[in-house]
Nanobody, 117 residues
Framework: QVQLVESGGGLVQAGGSLRLSCAGP????????MGWYRQAPGKQRELVARIRGAGTTNYADSVKGRFTISRDNAKNTVYLQMNSLKPEDTGVYYC???????????WGQGTQVTVSS
């Protein structure tokens, strides 16, 4: 069974930065579009950022200019660099294969991000 493993979450003060990582098999992570999603308490899971195999990226309006998604195919890893964090960025962050939220894909187990005010 394909597994994606997220890491890099934690507790940070508002204005701080974190870098999340999503690692998996090269046959999956390196060639597929990949996305980062988050789910805040009491809210639905939402798409935060996504990247195609060729490098095209797309961001939710709420994170544009603050978050950057990237991939390192040599390491079979996708990253989410999060700067200028806000309390509303708090949630569990997941990576998933595929471009669209409704596309069939593999989910990771999630990593908690907590931003204190």
């Amino acid at each position: 069974q394909v597994q994606l493993v997220e890491s890099g979450g934690g507790l940070v003060q508002a204005g701080g930065s974190l870098r999340l990582s999503c690692a998996g098999p090269g046959s999956i992570v390196s060639i597929n579009p990949m996305g980062w999603y988050r789910q805040a308490p009491g809210k639905q899971r939402e798409l935060v950022a996504r990247i195609r195999g060729a490098g095209t990226t797309n961001y939710a309006d709420s994170v544009k200019g603050r978050f950057t998604i990237s991939r390192d195919n040599a390491k079979n890893t996708v990253y989410l660099q999060m700067n200028s964090l806000k309390p509303e960025d708090t949630g569990v962050y997941y990576c998933k294969t595929g471009w669209g939220p409704q596309d069939y894909g593999v989910w990771g187990q999630g990593t908690q991000v907590t931003v204190s005010s």
